[in-house]
């Protein structure tokens, strides 16, 4: 991440030594405070500021916008995601 842009260190462009396999807590921890994108399991998607996580993949974010198939349908202050209904999360 030579360049100074948030990225995931799941995503292709990944260096080797910075992608960690065995303790995802590591790359939650490091993008807290950061925006990111939750796709649910329903295939929405939420953007907004990452405020925490807990074990149980539970999601609290901030100023966040909700987009249905790409479209932004609506904007919230602060939105609480249940874990179970997380497909993944992303930097953005």
Same mark, same amino acid.
């Given at each position: 991440?030579? /360049? ?17 396999? /065995? ?70």
């Amino acid at each position: 991440m030579s /360049n100074g842009t948030a990225q995931s260190p799941f995503s292709p462009g990944a260096e080797a030594s910075e992608v960690s396999t /065995n303790n995802p807590s590591a790359f939650l921890a490091q993008i807290t405070g950061a925006k990111v994108a939750v796709k649910l399991n329903s295939g929405v998607e939420y953007r907004g500021d990452l405020q925490c996580v807990d074990g149980y993949m539970n999601i609290a974010l901030e100023r966040t916008e909700e987009y249905v198939d790409g479209i932004l349908k609506n904007q919230y202050g602060d939105v609480f995601l249940r874990g179970n209904n997380v497909l993944y999360i992303s930097s953005i």
